[in-house]
C-alpha cells in the first residue's frame, strides 16, 4: 500500500507543483508588468509640461494623488483574475479526468487522451486500463478452464455410471442371471 500512496502521491504532487508555478508565474509577470506600466506612465506624464487646461489633467492629478491605492486595487483585481482563471482551469481538469474516469471500464482498447499538462494522469490511466483488461481476459479464460473441467469430469463419471448402470438394469430385467 505504501507504494501505492508514493505513486499517487507523486502524480498528484507533479500536477499541483505544475499548476502552482504557472500561477505563481503568471502572477510574478502580472505584477511585472503592472509595476513597469505604472512607472512608465509616471515617467511619460512628468516628461510633458502641464497647465491644467488639459482634458486628462484632472484625471492624471487624481491618480497622481491615489496612486498606490490605485496601484494596490489594479493588482488585486489582476490576483483575483489570475486566481479565478487557474481555479476554474483546475476544476476543468477535475472535470476531464473525472469524464476520462467513465472510459476506464469500457471494455474497447481505445486509449484515453488528455491535455498534455495532465500526461502523467493520462499514462497511468492507459496503464490502469491495459490491466483491467487483461485482468478480465484472464478471468473469462479461467471461467473457461473451470467449465471446461467440469464438462470432462462429468463425462468422465458418466461414462462407468453408464457401464454399471446397465448392468443393474441387466441383473434386474433377467430373471435367469445369478
Known amino acids: 500500500i505504501p507504494l501505492i500512496k508514493r505513486r499517487h502521491n507523486r502524480f498528484g504532487k507533479a500536477l499541483s507543483k505544475a499548476i502552482f508555478a504557472r500561477f505563481f508565474s503568471t502572477l510574478a509577470l502580472f505584477s511585472i508588468a503592472l509595476g513597469v506600466i505604472c512607472l512608465g506612465g509616471v515617467y511619460l ?4 509640461t502641464w497647465y491644467g487646461n488639459e482634458f486628462l489633467y484632472p484625471i492624471l492629478n487624481t491618480v ?66 491495459q490491466e483491467s483488461i487483461r485482468n478480465a481476459r484472464l478471468a473469462k479464460e479461467a471461467e473457461q478452464r473451470k467449465n471446461d473441467l467440469i464438462v470432462y469430469l462429468a463425462h ?18 433377467e430373471n435367469m442371471i445369478s
Not at 45 to 48: E, K
Not at 77 to 104: C, E, H, M, P, Q
Open 156 to 173: 468422465d463419471l458418466k461414462t462407468p455410471l453408464t457401464s454399471i448402470i446397465g448392468y443393474l438394469t441387466l441383473l434386474r430385467d
Open 45 to 48: 506624464c512628468s516628461r510633458v
Open 64 to 129: 497622481d494623488e491615489y496612486l498606490i491605492p490605485i496601484i494596490i486595487l489594479l493588482w488585486l483585481i489582476g490576483f483575483f483574475g489570475v486566481f479565478f482563471k487557474y481555479w476554474r482551469r483546475t476544476l476543468d481538469y477535475v472535470d476531464i479526468i473525472a469524464n476520462a474516469g467513465s472510459l476506464l471500464v469500457t471494455s474497447d482498447e481505445e486509449y484515453i487522451h488528455l491535455p498534455p499538462e495532465l500526461q502523467l494522469v493520462e499514462d497511468r490511466m492507459n496503464q490502469l486500463k
